[in-house]
C-alpha cells in the first residue's frame, strides 16, 4: 500500500513510548507541540521511529521539497481539513438515535468524502510534482477516481441528496394538533411585512432574528414529523435507505493513510512556519550512514526557539563543523552561558535528520546514528554527593556499554558535582574511551584539559561580553579552552584583578 | 419616507463627521450661549442645532431650501412645534411597550406588534394634521413633505396594515414551511399566510398526515413550540425592523423638525429682546462678499439684558480684512459676530442684522489667542504655532479664517514676523482672513503694500454721547489705546512708554 512516509512498508514498526533521550533532548516537548490539536491522527509514533537508511531520508525530503510549493501545500490542507469534516459527520452519527437522521448524516459523510477525493484528484494535476511520494499517490488517486466503486458512489450519493433537496413540506399547528402537508406555495408573512414596512426605512437594517438553539438530535415530535414527511415523499426515503445499507466500506485505505501520514509533514511545517518568519533558517541536510564528518551554521534549540520565538525573544544561533579526525565538541566556559542548550542543540539536529525532516540551521551535513544516548543531570534527590557521582558513573557506564561507533552521545554536565581531580581523571578516562570508540559525542563540562586530548577533540566555549562580563551571549564557539579568561573579565569589572588592586590598596 | 426638510435629497446626518475645527469654533465664537437659547432645555434640539451650525452648507441654493422652510415655519410656528411633539409622543409611546427582541421570536412577536398598534394611531395623526395645514404651507421642503404623508400614508395602507397586525394573532392557527437540511432537520421554516379556504372545503381536506399531542406530553409540547419558535423567528425579524423602520421615520422627523423649532425657540428670544433679525443673501463661495448693517454678536446679546453695539461693514472685493484700535473697543465682540453670522447663514437660519451679504466659504477656522494657558508662559507660542499647524493641515482655498490677538505671545517683531509669512501665504491660496490685532507692526507693513484686496478697520471711541466704540475703516496706528484703558481702570497715567515693550510682555 502507498505510504507518502515510507517508500518501504517493512520500515513501519509502531512504536508507541518515547525513546529515552527525549526528555534530555527536549524533543518530548517538540512532539507534545507537533501533535497537539492533531490527536485525532495519533502522530506520536511517527515521531518516535527514525530511519535507518539514507534513501528512506531522501524520500521524505523529496516529498517535503513538493509540498513547499504553496499550490500542493493547500491542497493537501484541504483535502485534510474535508477529511476531519468526514469524521465529525461520523462522530456524530454515533451519537443519533433516530435511522432517518443517521441514515442522512452517513450519505453527508460520503458526499463530503466523495468531493475530498476528487478534490484532490484535480489538486495534485496543476504542481509540479517531483517526488516519488506525491507522484505515486497522484497516480493512485486518479485511478482511484475512475474506478468503478468510486464512480457509482458518487453518482448514487448525488441522486439521493438531490431527491432529499427537493422535499418540501408545510406544518400547520393550531393548538395541540399538528398536520403535514406538501407545501403549496403559500405567501411568505415576513415578505409581506417587509414589503408594507419598507417605505418607513431610513436606514440601516437590524438583524433581529434570534439564534434560537439547534441540536444535531431530533426531540419526539420533530422525530413525528420527518416520519409523516417521509409518507409524504416514500420513494425517496426508501432510497436513501438502501444506499446506507449498500455503502457503509466507502473509505479506501490508501486514502486514509494518506490522510494521516502526510499530518507528520504538515505539523512539522506548522510548526516552523512561525520560527522561518523570524529569519531563522532551516535546511535539508545531507545525511550520511559513513562519514562522521558533520557541520551546520546557524543552527539552534528548536524547542527553545520556539518559546522565544511565541514570547517575542530573539534566537542565538551557533555553528559547529566536525572534520576528520574530529569527533568529539568538548564544550566549557561561563555557566548560563548556553552550554547545554548547544549540546541539545547537537542531539536534537540528528535526531530531526533521521526522520527526515528540515533541520534548524543552514549547510547542515548530518550523521545517520544507529542510536543515540543522552547523559544529564538528573532531577532525583540523591543525598550524598558521592551517591550522585556514582550514580552518573552507572549509567555513563552503561551508555558506554551499549553505544557503537556509529552512536551519537550527549553528555551533558557529566560530573559537575564531584571535585575537578575526580572530574578530571574520571574524565580523561571516559572521553578517551569515546575516542576509542570513534562515536560523535558532544561533552560539556567544567573541566578544560578534557579538550585537549587528542586530535579528535575540539574545544567550544560559551561566551560573554567582553565589557560586561556579566551578560551572556548564548554564543557557543570553537576556541581553545581557557577558564580563566572569563575570570578575569569579572574580576576587572570588580576592580580585583591584580594590577587594579594593587593600585587601589594602598600599602 | 423622508423628511427632506434639511436638504433637498437626503437626510440630515445628525451622525455627521464634525469639522477638525469644531471644537475650537464653539469655543472661540461661544457656540454654547446660541445654542442653549435654541435648545430650551430640550437636549436633541441642542444636538441638532450643534450639528447644522458645524457643519455648513455650501451651495446657496440649499441655503435657500432651509431658509424656505424656515419661514414657513415662522409663520406656522404652532402647527411646527405640533409635528415635533407628536413625533417625541410616538417615541415615547413606543418606550412604554416592554420585551426584549432578542430572546424569543414569540416575545418579539407580540412586543412589535403592540408597538406597531401605538404607531399606527400616531401616523393617523400625522395624516390628520395634514390634511387640516398643508395647504398653509409654501416652501418646496414642507410641500414635498405634506404630498408625500398624503400618498403614503392613505386609507388604504391603513386597511392593509391593520390586516397584518389581526392575522399576526393567530386566531387560525400558523402555517409554515420547511425543508429538510443536514441530518433531516427541519429547516428554512417561514411563516406562510394561509389561503383564503371556504368552511366546506376545510372540513374536506385530507392531504397530508397529522398527529395529535397528547394532554399530559408536557415535552411535546415543549417540542412544539420550540418549532413555533423556529417559525416565527423569520416573521418576528421583520416586525421587529418594520418597528425600526416606523421608529427610525420618527426620529429623523422630530430631528428634522427640531432644527427650525430650534430656531423658533432664538427667534422668539431675539423679538423679546427687541432684536432684529434677517435671512442673509449667501453667494457662491469665490466671491468675496461681506457686506452687513446692524451686525450683532448673536451669543453675547443673548447673555445680557442691555442692547450691544451693532455694526456695519462694507467688505466686499476684500480677501484680507485687518482690525486694529482701542483695547476694549470691541474687536474681538465685532469679529465673533462675523463668524456667528457666517455659521447662521451656512446652516439656512437668519442673522443677527439687518441686512447682510456674504458668500459662503467652504470651512471657517478660528485662530484665537487662548487665555486660559498662561500659566504656561514657556510653551505658549509653541502652542500658537502647534494650532495654527492644525489649521493648515484642514484649511484650503475658499476658507475663511478668523485671526484674534494671534501670536501675540511672542515679542512684536516676532509675531509680526510670524503672522506675516502666515497671513501672506495663506491669502495666495485663495483664503480669506479677518486678523484683529494690536500689532502695529503688522497691520502697518500690510497697510503700506497697499494692496487693494485688503481692509483696514479701526476700533475707536464714538463722539461725546453716541454708541462708547465704533468699528470704522481707518489705518493702523502706531498707538492702542492701551493708555486709556491703563489709565481708566489704574486711575492713573503710564509713567513713560517705551518704543518697544517686546520683553516687557512676554514676561
Known sequence: MHSILFDRDDGVNARREEPGFFADLHLDQIVHSLTAGREEYDLAPLFYQPLHDVESVHYRHHVLSDLEQEPLLAAVREFARGMQRARKHLELIESLHHARQRQRWFIETVAVYCDVVRGLRDRLRAPKLRSQGFLMLRDYVSHYVQTDVFTRLLQETREVLNDLAAVRYAIQIKGNRVRVTRYEGEPDMSEEIQAAFERFRQGEVTDYRVKLREWADMNHVEARILDLVAQLYPETFAKLEHYCARNDQYLDPTIGRFDREVQFYLAYLDYIEPLKAKSLEFSHPRVSARSKEVRATATFDLALAAKLASEGEAVVCNDFHLDDPERVLVVSGPNNGGKTTFARTFGQLHYLASLGLPVPGADARLFMPDRIFTHFEREEDIQTLRGKFEDELFRIHEILERATGDSVLILNESFGSTTLRDALAVGTEVVREIIDLDVLCVFVTFVDELSKLGPSTVSMMSMVVPEDPAVRTYKVVRKPADGLAYAAAIAEKYGLTYETLRRRVAR | ?507
Not at chain 2, 425592523?241 to 430650534?262: C, K, N, P
Open chain 2, 1 to 507: 419616507m423622508k423628511a427632506f426638510l434639511m436638504h433637498a435629497d437626503r437626510d440630515f446626518a445628525l451622525e455627521a463627521n464634525l469639522p477638525a475645527q469644531a471644537r475650537a469654533l464653539t469655543q472661540d465664537l461661544e457656540l454654547e450661549r446660541l445654542l442653549r437659547t435654541m435648545a430650551s432645555g430640550d437636549d436633541l434640539i441642542f444636538d441638532v442645532a450643534y450639528r447644522a451650525l458645524l457643519v455648513s452648507l455650501r451651495d446657496p441654493e440649499a441655503i435657500v431650501y432651509r431658509q424656505q422652510v424656515l419661514t414657513d415655519s415662522l409663520d406656522r410656528a404652532a402647527v411646527v412645534r405640533e409635528l415635533y411633539e407628536l413625533a417625541g409622543e410616538a417615541l415615547s409611546a413606543e418606550r412604554t411597550v416592554w420585551g426584549s427582541l432578542r430572546h424569543s421570536p414569540r416575545t418579539s412577536l407580540s412586543t412589535s406588534v403592540q408597538k406597531l398598534g401605538l404607531f399606527l394611531g400616531f401616523l393617523r395623526r400625522l395624516r390628520e394634521l395634514t390634511d387640516a395645514h398643508a395647504p398653509d404651507f409654501n416652501s418646496p421642503g414642507f410641500t414635498r413633505f405634506f404630498e408625500m404623508l398624503r400618498t403614503e400614508l392613505d386609507e388604504d395602507y391603513f386597511e392593509l396594515v391593520a390586516g397584518y397586525l389581526e392575522t399576526l394573532k393567530f386566531k387560525n392557527g400558523m402555517l409554515m414551511s420547511a425543508r429538510l437540511s443536514t441530518g433531516n432537520k427541519g429547516h428554512d421554516y417561514t411563516l406562510r399566510r394561509p389561503r383564503e379556504q371556504g368552511l366546506l372545503e376545510r372540513m374536506f381536506d385530507r392531504s397530508g398526515y397529522s398527529f395529535t399531542i397528547p394532554d399530559r406530553d408536557e415535552s411535546g409540547f415543549r417540542a412544539l413550540s420550540d418549532l413555533e419558535e423556529k417559525g416565527l423567528n423569520l416573521v418576528a425579524n421583520a416586525l421587529a425592523q418594520a418597528v425600526d423602520h416606523v421608529h427610525s421615520f420618527f426620529v429623523m422627523l422630530r430631528v428634522e423638525i427640531g432644527f427650525y423649532v430650534g430656531c423658533l425657540n432664538l427667534s422668539e428670544r431675539l423679538a423679546e429682546l427687541g432684536e432684529k433679525t434677517a435671512f442673509p443673501v449667501a453667494s457662491g463661495p469665490g466671491d468675496l462678499v461681506l457686506s452687513a448693517r446692524g451686525l450683532y454678536d448673536v451669543s453675547l446679546r443673548l447673555t445680557t439684558t442691555e442692547q450691544v453695539v451693532s455694526n456695519d461693514i462694507d467688505a466686499d472685493g476684500k480677501s484680507l480684512v485687518m482690525i486694529t484700535g482701542a483695547n476694549q473697543g470691541g474687536k474681538s465682540t465685532f469679529l465673533r459676530s462675523i463668524g456667528l453670522a457666517q455659521l447662521m447663514t451656512q446652516c439656512g437660519m437668519f442673522v443677527g442684522a439687518q441686512s447682510l451679504r456674504v458668500n459662503v466659504c467652504e470651512g471657517l477656522f478660528t485662530h484665537y489667542k487662548r487665555e486660559e494657558d498662561e500659566s504656561m508662559e514657556s510653551g505658549k507660542l509653541d502652542e500658537e504655532l502647534a494650532r495654527m499647524s492644525e489649521i493648515a493641515d484642514h484649511i484650503a482655498s475658499d476658507c475663511l479664517l478668523l485671526c484674534n490677538e494671534s501670536f501675540a505671545s511672542t515679542n512684536e517683531r516676532e509675531g509680526s514676523q510670524i503672522a506675516r509669512q502666515v497671513v501672506t501665504a495663506l491669502l495666495e491660496a485663495g483664503v480669506k482672513v479677518l486678523f484683529v490685532t494690536h500689532m502695529f507692526d503688522l497691520a502697518s507693513s500690510f497697510f503700506r503694500q497697499g494692496v487693494g484686496s485688503t481692509l483696514f478697520l479701526r476700533a475707536e471711541r464714538g463722539t461725546e454721547g453716541a454708541r462708547p466704540y465704533v468699528i470704522a475703516e481707518g489705518e493702523p496706528l502706531p498707538t492702542s489705546y492701551g493708555e486709556d484703558s491703563y489709565r481708566r481702570i489704574f486711575g492713573r497715567d503710564i509713567s513713560s512708554t517705551p518704543a518697544v515693550m517686546p520683553d516687557i510682555r512676554r514676561s
